[in-house]
C-alpha cells in the first residue's frame, strides 16, 4: 500500500508562486516515475509534469519555463514550484507515482487526493 500526501496549494494572485510538495509513505520497493497532474473545473486531468528516477523531466507546454519539479529519492519526495502564475492555472494538482511496493511485483499508478491551486486575477 502506497499512499501520496499533498500540500502547499492555497490562493495566490496572478504572477505569484506556490510550491507544492508530495510525500509517498507506505510500501515502497521502487519508483519509476513521479509526476504532477492537473484538473481544471470542467476539465480533463492532465499531465504538468513528471520526473524519472534517473531525473528525466518533461512539462506541459503551458508551464514549461514557469514550472520547476523536482524529487529527493531518498525522501519519496516530489516538489513543484510554480511562478508567474496565471488564472488558468487554477486547477486541483494531483500527484503521482508508478512504483512497485515489492520486487516481484509489476508496476501500479497511485495518485494522491488533490490539493486546490487558485489564482486570482
Known amino acids: 500500500q502506497v499512499q501520496l500526501v499533498e500540500s502547499g496549494g492555497g490562493l495566490v494572485q496572478t504572477g505569484g508562486s506556490l510550491r507544492l510538495s508530495c510525500a509517498a509513505s507506505?510500501?515502497?520497493?521502487?519508483?519509476?516515475?513521479m509526476a504532477w497532474y492537473r484538473q481544471g473545473p470542467g476539465k480533463q486531468r492532465d499531465l504538468v509534469a513528471r520526473i524519472t528516477d534517473g531525473g528525466t523531466t518533461v512539462y506541459s507546454g503551458s508551464v514549461k519555463g514557469r514550472f520547476t519539479i523536482s524529487r529527493d529519492n531518498a525522501e519519496n519526495t516530489v516538489n513543484l514550484q510554480m511562478t508567474s502564475l496565471k488564472p488558468e492555472d487554477t486547477a486541483v494538482y494531483y500527484c503521482y507515482l508508478r512504483g512497485a511496493t515489492l520486487p516481484y511485483r509489476a508496476d501500479n499508478d497511485y495518485w494522491g487526493p488533490g490539493t486546490q491551486v487558485t489564482v486570482s486575477s
Open positions: 507506505g510500501t515502497i520497493f521502487r519508483i519509476n516515475t
